[in-house]
């Protein structure tokens, strides 16, 4: 990652296959598919994306700027993504928030 643009190497050349861009502060967190053909990433401008490695395209976002996330992960079966944020977790489905977990966040440590 290079700041705002997430850069994928290929593993035989070390060249640059693909640049993702989209995030207009710097990226915190990315993490694969279990398929490999998609990244999701989360960043300190709000947003969450999940991409399409082979066309480089973002196939679903969420964006809430008031929150800076730090974390993200998804489910086996690829319908949630998780993303851990400044004040929250939230749980995103379908590009929506379907839970969000204030109280945990706000407790954690105490």
Known sequence: MQGNVIQIFSTVTYDILVNLKGHNNRVRA???TDNDTEVISCGADGAVYEWNVATSRRVSEN??????????AITKDMRTIVAVGSESIKELSDSQVSHCHCEVVRNYGK
Do not use: A, F, M, T
Request: aromatic share 16%.
């Open 30 to 32: 990315v993490v694969w």
């Open 63 to 72: 964006v809430i700027k008031q929150c800076q996330y730090n974390g993200v």
